[in-house]
Nanobody
Framework: QVQLVESGGGLVQAGGSLRLSCAAS????????MGWYRQAPGNQRELVATIISGETTKYADSVKGRFTILRDNAKNTVYLQMNSLKPEDTAVYYCNVHVLSPRSLEVWGQGTRVTVSS
């Protein structure tokens, strides 16, 4: 079984920064991809950023140039550095991991709330 623990959400003013962390633990043979999604009230969950084992990254157009996804393979941890935050970034952010444990699993974190005030 694999567990994800997220941290780093909170309240910040527009233009500010936050850093989210997500640590995976349990029986992990290999992590193939790690990413962040978000869901604002009344909206569907959407992809924010992903990073795969080859360090290839993908970002939503709305966060390109402002957010950076980083991965520490030794710690099975993924980070989301969020700069120049906007009120429209307000949402619950969820960590997502594709892992071999030993079978292939997709695991979601519990979510961490980010609120950006104008």
């Amino acid at each position: 079984q694999v567990q994800l623990v997220e941290s780093g959400g909170g309240l910040v003013q527009a233009g500010g920064s936050l850093r989210l962390s997500c640590a995976a633990s349990g029986i992990i043979f290999r992590i193939n991809a790690m990413g962040w999604y978000r869901q604002a009230p009344g909206n569907q969950r959407e992809l924010v950023a992903t990073i795969i084992s080859g360090e290839t990254t993908k970002y939503a157009d709305s966060v390109k140039g402002r957010f950076t996804i980083l991965r520490d393979n030794a710690k099975n941890t993924v980070y989301l550095q969020m700069n120049s935050l906007k009120p429209e970034d307000t949402a619950v952010y969820y960590c997502n991991v594709h892992v071999l444990s030993p079978r292939s699993l997709e695991v979601w974190g519990q979510g961490t709330r980010v609120t950006v005030s104008s």
